[in-house]
């Protein structure tokens, strides 16, 4: 199955997988019936989660809403440190995560605005470099795995900053590596050079350590928040968590 999956990932347009995938997990999900796992975002349980990934990990993709290790870290995270699930929020969810969409749209507290500029998950096509809502105006920003597909990262996060409002917070999530700095080269944009220097081959850059420092100097506050580490063994093992994900909370700046 690893093989495929690579595969599939790796060569069918995410705006397909993102329209077909529901239906195809249906049936994976028959098969990994179970109580091993359970996730937190569909509460549904299984004897272990799906592999995923170009380089597949085992115990990933729950078959039944798509939430990946990330997505579950996140909800916990929002359920237990924030107002997320309480409080009125006005709430911008930049390339939205299937596992993610209906859930929040159900949500009595919010008023939920999907954008996106290619995904038919996203109700506002929009460019995350001009983002179509007023000054100060927005509670909430989600923006997941999306800075490294951009072309300017600094101007995308100065729009989520210019859109919060003055209390406002969000998550901009990316994937991160062990580097120095972040490895970034305008000249390289052959699709297999790209995967072999950035990861992927609709990434333009590799984000290192500096991935918070870098966002700062679109003026936009951002914390990094080990929330993982506060968690059990026991839950971790339970919900099928990343060991060493940082959740990057940004705030409004001045």
């Known amino acids: 199955m690893k093989p495929i999956i690579s595969f ?32 937190p975002v569909c509460d549904h349980s299984y004897k272990k989660f799906l592999p995923y990934g170009r380089v597949a990990r085992e115990n990933a993709l729950c078959p039944n809403c798509l939430a990946l290790e990330r997505h579950r870290l996140m909800w916990l995270f929002l359920q237990n440190r924030t107002n997320f699930f309480s409080a009125p929020l006005k709430v911008l969810h930049i390339a939205p995560e ?14 939920y605005i999907t954008g996106d500029i290619e995904s038919p998950l996203a109700k506002v096509k929009m460019d995350v470099h001009q983002i179509p809502f007023e000054d100060d105006s927005i509670d909430v920003v989600f923006c997941n795995h999306v800075m490294e597909h951009v072309e300017d990262d600094i101007k995308a996060c100065s729009e989520i900053n210019r859109v919060l409002k ?17 490895l970034e080269d305008a000249s390289i944009t052959d699709p297999a050079e790209r995967e072999r220097i950035f990861g992927q081959r609709d ?6 350590n500096d991935y918070a420092a870098r966002l700062r100097k679109s003026g936009i506050e951002i914390e990094e928040n080990n929330y993982v580490k506060d968690l059990s063994e026991e839950v971790i093992k339970k919900y099928a968590l990343p060991e060493k994900e940082i959740i990057f909370v940004c705030k409004k700046g001045l």
């Open 8 to 39: 599939v990932i790796r060569y069918i347009p995410r705006p397909i997988l993102q329209k077909v995938s529901p239906l195809v997990m249906k049936f994976f999900a028959q098969l990994n019936k179970g109580t091993d796992v359970n996730c």
């Open 98 to 111: 299937h596992c993610f969409i209906d859930r929040f749209e159900a949500l009595p507290n919010l008023e």
């Open 166 to 182: 003055k209390d406002g917070w969000g998550i901009i999530q990316s994937p991160v590596y062990d580097l120095p700095e972040t």
């Open 203 to 208: 990434h333009v850059r590799k984000y290192g």
